[in-house]
């Protein structure tokens, strides 16, 4: 506990209790503001506004973000800014007007552009992320109403999309900039239609039936920008009339103390040594919330004048200390603007520092002297600060000093000199002298809204006219527990000249003095110091460069050197969508084939989407929080939850008695407890969802409750509210006894710790393709796994309904009935007693398919214990330790082949990390087996698969559920071939291609083959041969950074590989009013399943889609559904639908007959008063399926979708990090039902894919800690990460005989074609490597993270930095 018990007031007295704001135009007083309570909670739970979301709780994601305004009486100015709901206290909202998405405009009144053109360009898929961006943009446009697309950009530096890929909402709000023109910036070279007179891009010129817009901007609602609404005139003149801004809230365990000067303020601060000072709340937030901090003093200075001036004396500018980043950078920009550039070094420094820090809802309330108090080491201005000698100005109650930022300030970690007493009260940033140059960067694992991994800032200073070092300043963090200076080697280099003697000097002694211990924190040990060599000679370079340009004699930067000191800047990025338009003739009315927007893309926009949380409290609802083991294996000797109880709030503690029904659970194999439990089943499930119990309650003599994962559930807390609930949860003590863990692949190798079966695919004479192979050779690839970070986190509601055992649950899920069955189970009922109601989920990907389930069934056995409702959502940090993710696989291979580059042999083994479960990790290695050869032909295979049993969380499903892990083991082993050989990567895959007719490993033949097409369109469209020499030609003129290519391709067998989910129903019903409430057994997770559902409707019935409705999935209407998986539920859920409106369609037929010229309304009626059902249900199973394993025969899959992509890359070879410059991908889809909706889900799994390979890592501690968990620590991809040319083409004239209306399932192949990003930057790096005289193959493992691509990248720095001898430390990660 920090800090001390509040007694206190403001010193005036004349603290006021009452907070006044605005809310949407509405005024509210609040006389019981909770320090600890924060905007979004107030908005959700006490507003009942559910239309901003929360998605992380951390100002990582942006779900939350809502505009505030305030009315400075000092410059008479209205200010707006995009905030994070999440972090912003509602005591810091006095006299504050907040907008919200409800605020801005609805379907109902009026929609307000910012809304409408993100749905119609198609920009919001599961619509969770919609409100945030939605209100990112229109803060944006409140100040600035003709932005610039860099501008945009900027803005949602902070908000996150885990479907769209966010290339459409990029172009949706392009219509409001000034590139965008009339035609949203559609023409040709990313500009506007009327500048090149050329009408919308057309890439194929010849080809008149395809089409290239997927929305047309003429049709949007002009955006007018004084039609805003208006500050409340009322908040105005209460601003203007304000005479003390003191303020005093108190809470159950925070005073908020809101002194108005800054004489009050030291008097407070020295009555509360302790006492939290707070201004934007980032990082104080963010310690309550995760850390358990209680501060019960909390000082809030943000409307002192002092702290807020800025001032420019004879030295530099001052700041107060108040002042947000956002102001800080507005005011240097300025200056650098009017000042002479040798006076700006250090503001052009910080600039520079701004631009990635952060995003930019944080920037605008994060404060300047939060980042120097918070002293984190990895502060990205704390260096700069160091490096250039910034003034503070420090006053407590008795006076004043000033100290310089110097490498004394910084104690310890995160401690300073500042004594408890002082505030902070300015800082100086000091202009730049005529000879000196300050230089700084970032290096994080993603390039915005990032936490550095080291961050540098370095300044020199020359004998004026010489490159003689007078003074040097080396500052660093993320080198040590604080932000600190290489002054050793500074004092080295005083007086030495600038050149390649010094720059030796330097590297050698900066390898030397920034050492780190092999068990450091945050590892990436030999990444971090390398690190410091490469970004010194970055700064040598600059330097070098800045000395010549002023004319001073100084060595010269060598021409393929440059482009190492080019800092990055970020282009704006363009795309070209093709696809076949419907043919001509075709009535409007028949909407199959044409991009029709989502049907719920509006209502996401406005926030009047309802998903899972936003269903509104009921009366006596309850909130439930997990109690889950920290330890990976252990025995639980004693749980003490005496204290929990005691709690405010708190109902009661559930655990494994309170279950009524069975605790065995699991999706497949009940080989899980739904609560920690002394007892070990061991039970399978035959697919009915029977029960074979083999042994039951076997060790009921073990008297320890046993865990197997750090997350595993052991009970739970009910209490009246979330926060209450959460707070005991966390104050129930466990004592445990560890037991050994199996933490990675390799431990369980060694272990021998498999789940059986161990599976084999075997065909050809593996013995007689290797005797036949000219080369034959080895290699491996781990493959990290994934976390699914769906943007709305697991949630479910269960609500007794009071006799004979119903319960009604709403769960955000992918497997309605998954769920009905295993919640029936625990509460010993059968499955007609539960409802399960899926409306519509914020995002799943596969981790809604199965793994909900652990959530929903303590929540329905809680709910059943108190006959109340109960509620839990996850927070992010608990959904991503309690539910897995996508499996880790290490591939080991062997491959034999001709000297043509033909393989002939291939033998590979796949050991996945299942986790402390079986789930569904049999299916997936089933699906990484079936596509271990990609789309090579390879005669002689045998490929085998170990499910390694570990003490993880189980993993388990998540787009591609286990074939992109087994083909890109297969694109490792062709890579090398290539290289093998010397021959372009390229022409050995063509090489090895399949043809039309030829068989696969599990003796499928492949019709209808339409690969070799997509090849070639995707060669020609990416214009490879060409790129090809110019990418050599760039490599041939730079050292330092690199270019690659490279082409993939990819076949998705699509079927569910358990042979009896390939079936599903649907529900339809004809009202008399014509009206048709449409049901089947999908769920809608943002893929529009439900919107292609109606459009098939709508043409088999052969009326308009407005006529037809779906309210929801429901197990009381479909029911014994399939997961909504497998990319297949718009075949089987679309098969269904056709097949119960066909029946409808022919009992309307007579009607018709008769009267040909009525309406549909008039058939309708006709055939109610003949007492005709108007109700039906369809059904579907897949035909002509089922493979077998053991004889290797039956068909796997009912058949496959292709594509193929070409990705261009750059590499910084000093630091590791990328760029993707182009990807070019060609997907056959047969014939599309929605071509915008198939456009999103290629453009959404690539971008997914691109955080697999390239980015998104997932560290565990070797005792099994997940470390990474949320957005701060696990970064999927951003809007600045997509290729900056993207273009996607739906191969044309390519009908499925195989499903619904020609198309092709397309949920899950695209993801592996962002494989083709990972070996263009395999490719980089390999052209940086014959740099150092290496060449052939290499081990890559994925994702290619900026440290993997730095170290491969082997250099003369990387050879100073040698990493210790493994086996001799603990890391502070491993590779699971
Ligand atoms: C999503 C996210 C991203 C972030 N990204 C970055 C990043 O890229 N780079 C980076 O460096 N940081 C980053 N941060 C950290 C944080 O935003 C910054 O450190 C920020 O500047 C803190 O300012 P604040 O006003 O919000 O601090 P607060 O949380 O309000 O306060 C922080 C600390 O400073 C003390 N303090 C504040 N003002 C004074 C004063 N006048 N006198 C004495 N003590 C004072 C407080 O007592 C408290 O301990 C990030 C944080 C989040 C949540
Ligand atoms: S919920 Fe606020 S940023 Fe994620
Ligand atoms: S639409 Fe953006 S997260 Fe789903």
Redesign the pocket.
């Known amino acids: 506990m920090n800090g001390t018990t509040a007694d206190t007031e403001t010193r005036s007295g004349s603290g006021s209790d009452e907070l006044v704001f605005f809310v949407n135009g509405k005024k509210i007083v609040e006389r019981n503001a909770d320090p600890e309570t924060t905007l979004l909670t107030y908005l959700r739970r006490k507003l009942g506004l559910t239309g901003t979301k929360l998605g992380c709780a951390?100002?990582?994601c942006g779900a939350c973000t809502v505009m505030l305004s305030r009315y400075q009486t000092h410059t008479q100015q209205l200010l707006h800014y995009a905030v994070n709901a999440c972090?912003a206290p509602l005591c810091s909202l006095h006299l504050v007007a907040v907008t919200t998405v409800e605020g801005i405009g609805s379907v109902a009144r009026k929609l307000h552009p910012v809304q409408e053109r993100i749905a119609r360009a198609h920009g919001s898929q599961c619509g969770f992320c919609t409100p945030g961006i939605v209100m990112s943009m229109y803060a944006l446009l409140r100040n600035n109403p003709t932005p610039k697309m860099a501008d945009v950009e900027e803005a949602f530096q902070g908000n996150l999309c885990r479907c769209t890929g966010y290339r459409p909402i990029l172009e949706g709000y392009k219509t409001f900039t000034v590139e965008g023109g009339c035609c949203g910036g559609r023409g040709r070279d990313n500009g506007c239609c009327m500048a090149n007179g050329s009408g919308a891009e057309e890439s194929s010129e010849e080809v008149v039936d395809e089409s290239t817009s997927l929305f047309n901007a003429a049709d949007f609602t002009p955006f007018d920008p004084t039609q805003e609404i208006i500050f409340p005139p009322e908040l105005m003149s209460l601003t203007n009339c304000e005479t003390s801004a003191s303020l005093c809230f108190r809470g159950d365990r925070a005073t908020w103390l809101q002194p108005d000067s800054l004489d009050e303020f030291l008097h407070l601060k020295w009555k509360h040594p302790d006492a939290?000072?707070?201004?934007?709340?980032?990082?104080?937030?963010?310690e309550v919330k995760f850390k358990n901090m209680v501060y019960p003093v909390i000082l809030a200075?943000a409307f002192i004048p002092e702290?807020n001036e800025v001032r420019h004396t004879e030295d530099g500018v001052v700041f107060g200390?108040?002042c947000t980043?956002s102001h800080m950078g507005a005011v240097l920009r300025q200056e650098v603007e009017t000042l002479p550039p040798h006076r700006t070094e250090v503001f052009l420094a910080i600039l520079e520092q701004l631009r990635?820090?952060?995003?930019l809802q944080?920037r605008n309330?994060?404060?300047?002297?939060?980042?120097i108090?918070?002293a984190?080491p990895?502060?990205?201005?704390n260096p700069v600060f160091m490096a250039t000698g910034c003034k503070l100005t420090l006053f407590d109650k008795d006076g004043s000093r000033v100290v310089q930022m110097d490498d004394s300030f910084f104690t310890g970690y995160r401690r300073t000199t500042?004594r408890p007493q002082e505030?902070?009260?300015s800082i100086e940033i000091p202009y730049s002298k005529k000879t000196q140059f300050v230089f700084a960067f970032k290096q994080s694992p993603r390039r915005e809204?990032?936490?550095?991994i080291v961050t540098t800032a370095m300044s020199v200073t020359f004998n004026p006219g010489t490159d003689v070092v007078e003074d040097l300043k080396l500052s660093y963090g993320g080198m040590a527990a604080t932000t600190t200076m290489a002054t050793e080697t500074a004092k080295k280099l005083l007086g030495r000249r600038w050149g390649e003697e010094l720059l030796q000097d330097a590297c050698s002694s900066l390898a030397e003095e920034m050492t780190l211990d092999p068990s450091v924190p945050g590892g990436m040990v030999t990444y971090r110091r390398t690190l410091t060599l490469s970004l010194f000679y970055k700064f040598y370079l600059t330097v070098l460069q800045k000395l010549r340009d002023q004319g001073v004699k100084a060595e010269e930067v060598q021409s393929d050197c440059q482009s190492a000191a080019d800092l990055f800047h970020p282009e704006t990025p363009s795309s070209v969508q093709v696809y076949q338009a419907v043919p001509e003739g075709r009535g409007q009315d028949d909407v199959v084939g044409r991009p029709m927007m989502h049907l719920s893309a509006l209502k996401q926009a406005t926030g009047e989407a309802v998903y899972c949380d936003d269903v509104p409290l009921y009366e006596n609802e309850l909130y439930l929080s997990l109690i889950t083991s920290s330890r990976a294996h252990a025995h639980i000797l004693s749980i003490d939850t005496s204290v929990a109880e005691s709690m405010p709030g708190v109902v009661c503690c559930v655990f494994a008695d309170d279950i009524p029904g069975s605790n065995a659970t699991g999706p497949v194999q009940y080989d899980e407890t739904i609560l920690a439990d002394r007892q070990v089943c061991i039970c399978f499930s035959d697919q009915s969802g029977e029960s074979l119990r083999l042994m039951d309650r076997l060790m009921m003599f073990l008297s320890f409750l046993q865990v197997t994962c750090v997350g595993h559930i052991i009970g739970a807390v009910v209490a009246d509210t979330q926060l209450h609930a959460q707070r005991a949860a966390k104050a129930v003590r466990i004592q445990y006894e560890e037991l050994q863990p199996v933490v990675t692949i390799q431990e369980a190798i060694a272990a021998q710790s498999f789940y059986q079966p161990i599976r084999t695919l075997q065909n050809g004479d593996l013995e007689a393709g290797f005797k036949q192979a000219d080369h034959i050779l080895e290699g491996e690839m781990h493959m990290g796994g994934q976390e699914h970070f769906y943007l709305e986190t697991n949630v479910t509601l269960a609500v007794p309904r009071g006799e004979d055992g119903e319960m009604e649950l709403f769960v955000s899920t992918q497997s309605a009935s998954k769920t009905q069955s295993l919640v029936a189970k625990a509460l010993g009922v059968p499955a007609n007693r539960v409802v399960v109601r899926v409306k519509r989920m914020g995002g799943g990907f596969g981790g809604k398919e199965t793994r909900t389930t652990v959530l929903s069934t303590v929540v329905a056995v809680a709910a059943n214990k108190l006959k109340r409702p109960v509620r839990c959502m996850l927070d992010r940090d608990e959904d991503m330790l309690v539910t897995g993710g996508r499996h880790p696989f290490y591939g080991k291979y062997k491959v034999g082949f001709l000297n043509s580059g033909k393989v002939v042999a291939l033998d590979v083994l796949y050991y996945s990390n299942a986790g402390n479960s079986m789930d569904l990790s049999l299916s997936v290695m089933e699906r990484a087996l079936f596509h271990m050869e990609n789309s090579y032909s390879v005669a002689n295979v045998r490929g085998r698969g170990f499910l390694c049993r570990t003490n993880l969380p189980s993993n388990t499903a998540f787009r591609g559920f286990g074939g992109p892990q087994g083909m890109m083991v297969a694109e490792s082993w062709i890579t090398d071939v290539a290289q093998s050989l010397g021959r372009p990567a390229d022409e050995v895959r063509r090489l090895n291609l399949y043809v039309e007719g030829e068989s696969t490993p599990y003796n499928q033949i492949l019709n209808q083959f339409t690969l070799d097409r997509c090849w070639d369109e995707c060669l020609s469209r990416s214009g490879y041969q060409q790129r090809r020499a110019v990418v050599d030609l760039y490599n041939r003129q730079n050292r330092w950074t690199k270019r690659g290519l490279a082409i993939v391709p990819t076949k998705f067998g699509i079927s569910f590989t358990a042979l009896f989910l390939n079936q599903a129903g649907a529900l339809v019903h004809i009202y008399t009013d014509g009206s048709v409430l449409l049901t089947h057994g999908g769920t809608e997770m943002g893929q529009g399943l439900h919107t292609k559902m109606v459009q098939v409707a709508s043409r088999v019935l052969g009326i308009p889609c407005s006529k037809i409705h779906i309210s929801e999935t429901s197990t009381n209407t479909v029911p014994n559904t399939s997961p909504t998986a497998a990319s297949a539920s718009s075949d089987l859920n679309g098969a269904a639908v056709q097949n119960a409106c066909e029946i409808l369609e022919k009992r309307l037929e007579p009607y018709k007959t008769q009267n040909p010229k009525g309406s549909w309304e008039d058939w309708v009626r006709a055939a109610y008063f003949d007492r005709v059902n108007l109700s039906a249900n369809g059904f579907y199973k897949t035909p002509d399926l089922g493979y077998d394993f053991d004889s290797n025969s039956g068909r796997a899959f009912n058949y496959f979708t292709y594509g193929v992509a070409c990705s261009e890359v750059e590499i910084d070879c000093l630091t590791g990090a990328h760029k993707n410059l182009s990807s070019t991908i060609v997907m056959d889809v047969g014939h599309s039902l929605n071509p915008a909706i198939d456009i999103g889900q290629v453009e959404g799994a690539f971008i997914q894919g691109l955080g697999l390979f390239t980015m998104e890592e997932l560290h565990y501690s070797p005792q099994g800690v997940l470390l990474t968990r949320g957005p701060?620590s696990y970064k999927i991809p951003a809007f600045g990460d997509i290729p900056t040319r993207l273009t996607v083409s739906l191969l044309r004239d390519a009908p499925n005989d195989k499903a619904i209306f020609s198309s092709k399932a397309v949920g899950e192949p695209p993801l592996f074609l962002a494989a083709a990003n990972f070996y263009a930057i395999k490719d980089a790096i390999t052209a940086a490597r014959g740099e150092s005289g290496i060449s052939g193959p290499f081990r890559l493992d994925s994702p290619a993270s900026t440290e993997r691509i730095r170290n491969a990248c082997s250099d003369r720095f990387t050879k100073l930095c040698p990493p210790a001898e493994p086996g001799t430390f603990s890391p502070w990660s491993v590779q699971v």
Do not use: Y
Request: proline share 2%; charged share 10%.
């Open positions: 951390e100002g990582g972090l939290r000072v707070v201004v934007g709340n980032t990082e104080v937030g963010i200075p702290l200390a108040a980043l990635w820090f952060a995003g944080i309330v994060a404060a300047i002297g939060g980042n108090m918070t984190s990895i502060s990205d201005l500042v505030v902070l009260v809204d990032d936490i550095s701060g």
